[in-house]
């Protein structure tokens, strides 16, 4: 049964704020509505990879990362009041030896709705001047997103309470509210902050039940990008996880990015460093811990005009 708090998102998200009408799509402000953390990318990186063993013995690997999260705008209302945004996200994994896929992969399709407020008075105020600018665009967001690695087994090793990450099975459903501010020059006009920050509530639809005594029920997540350039831009990202499960215990995570976009007028395509420090985000694998720098490619659209409805 989805819980007090998830009926609340979902009717705020289904009912009272689409409009019938679909209007025209501005690729520009699309493709800044996608934070860093949810844009494509692959990374080569060295990491910890619990065993498929029944003894879970986690060792070290060198293993290329790919997350692939394209996204579809549907915008309603005009001036891009309401945004629906539809990402089928995938993350895969591959290790350094011929032919080594890490499994398995981690499905995370999400919805997000983008709401923007009337927030003019917000870039003047003397408590947010220094945050918000007269470029910037602030935004409610409504997301419901589903979490799982395609596995069927139990989770836990038949008989044990130990974690069978070789074929047990994650799933779980998501929802989130949250407020992002974003600059919609992209740092063309100097120093800019963007943000976001959000509640996430875990609800019950397909949830494996016996994650709930190891997995959180709550996040809280402040992500931060600072645009130096519009070549240059420095992110963060830190979450706040909380659960009821007999043996959770409290976790956070903490992730650091630079990006330079040396051709940003000939490709979609940037440079990017990345440290992330925490607990796993590929699927069961969360139960162990990942302490990585990594460096690759990340897919950063710049985006044009065009009619699409």
Known sequence: MIDRFGLTLLAMLFFGILPIKLHSQDLHVNNLLNTVSDRSY???????????????????ATFMEAQIAPSFFIRFKEEGKFTLSITPKIILRMGDNESFPIKAPSFMPIITGFQQLKADKLSTSKALKWLLKP???????????H????????????????????????STE???????????????NGFSINGRLSFEQQIDLTREADIKELYYDR???????????????LATKVDFMMGQGSRFE?????????????????????LFIRYY?????????????????????????????????
């Open 42 to 60: 692959l990374q080569l990186m060295r990491g910890n990879i619990p065993s498929r063993n029944v003894n879970a013995v986690v060792e070290r």
């Open 135 to 145: 470029q910037h665009r602030v935004f409610v967001i409504y997301r419901i997103g």
């Open 147 to 170: 979490h799982s690695n395609g596995q069927k087994d139990e989770f836990f090793v038949k008989g044990t309470r130990r974690i069978n990450f070789s074929t047990g099975n994650f």
């Open 174 to 188: 998501f929802v989130e509210l949250g407020l992002q501010w974003t600059d919609m020059t992209g740092g063309a």
């Open 219 to 233: 996040r809280l997540l402040l992500e931060n990008e600072f645009n130096f350039t519009p070549y240059l831009q």
């Open 250 to 270: 409290s976790k956070s995570s903490f992730q650091v990015s630079g990006e330079f976009k040396p051709a940003r007028n000939y490709t979609d395509l940037s």
């Open 277 to 309: 420090l925490g607990p796993d985000y590929y699927n069961i694998r969360y139960f162990s811990d990942q302490d990585f720098i990594g460096f690759g490619i990340r897919a950063n659209p710049s985006g044009k005009n065009a009619l699409a409805f």
